[in-house]
T-cell receptor, first 114, second 112 residues
Framework: DAGITQSPRHKVTETGTPVTLRCHQT?????MYWYRQDPGHGLRLIHY???????DKGEVSDGYSVSRSKTEDFLLTLESATSSQTSVYFC?????????????FGPGTRLTVT | QKEVEQNSGPLSVPEGAIASLNCTYS??????FFWYRQYSGKSPELIMS????GDKEDGRFTAQLNKASQYVSLLIRDSQPSDSATYLC????????????FGKGTKLSVKP
């Protein structure tokens, strides 16, 4: 257990509604990431953060926004959910002393957009 | 060419055998390499990291890295049914982002 929690763990929502997923860490890591995992595509980076209020886009950022107002929380928002955003979303952290490039994943959020 | 490529499998081995999982990467500047294990419905779990050419052993797992050939592998000795999972290869290319590039994974099935 890497001290990462995600909420909610499961969510079903309708097309066009906004959705916010939360990632919470207890280890004070600087870097946090949001990935999505889809069959045939593997894990793909959506957004990442390198500090409070410091975020940047990843490979598949369209339709997503993020915020990080506290070190421990990294929020992912789907501004207007679409069926193509049905996926499993994983949050990850890295930066453990001595192994800064290793990443540790949260339990995931399974999102279904109907 | 995909950045990180893995054979999707499934790779099936009998219990007690050696399972060999392979991964190639395209960016010669890649610096760090990782193997994750992912059980169905669960999150990826880091099992091995390797940073320099050669072999690195941890229990029944051995990671092998050959930067000249842009190749990294994972050997699982004395495979057990509990090793049945999808194994993800991940590569850190360097730079400020710090994110990993993942292969699509190889599904391993260990038959009793």
């Amino acid at each position: 257990d890497a001290g990462i929690t995600q909420s909610p763990r499961h969510k079903v929502t309708e097309t066009g509604t906004p959705v916010t997923l939360r990632c919470h860490q207890t280890e004070n890591h600087r870097y946090m990431y949001w990935y999505r995992q889809d069959p045939g595509h593997g894990l793909r980076l959506i957004h990442y953060s390198y500090g409070v209020k410091d975020t940047d886009k990843g490979e598949v950022s369209d339709g997503y926004s993020v915020s990080r107002s506290k070190t421990e929380d990294f929020l992912l928002t789907l501004e207007s959910a679409t069926s193509s955003q049905t996926s499993v979303y994983f949050c990850a952290i890295n930066g453990r002393e001595g192994n800064p490039y290793e990443q540790y994943f949260g339990p995931g959020t399974r999102l279904t957009v109907t | 060419q995909k950045e990180v490529e893995q054979n999707s499998g499934p790779l099936s081995v009998p219990e007690g055998a050696i399972a060999s999982l392979n991964c190639t990467y395209s960016d010669r500047g890649s610096q760090s390499f990782f193997w994750y294990r992912q059980y169905s419905g669960k999150s990826p779990e880091l099992i091995m990291s390797i940073y320099s050419n050669g072999d690195k052993e941890d229990g029944r797992f051995t990671a092998q890295l050959n930067k000249a050939s842009q190749y990294v592998s994972l050997l699982i000795r004395d495979s057990q049914p509990s090793d049945s999972a999808t194994y993800l290869c991940a590569v850190f290319r360097g730079g400020s982002q710090g994110n990993l590039i993942f292969g699509k994974g190889t599904k391993l099935s260990v038959k009793p």
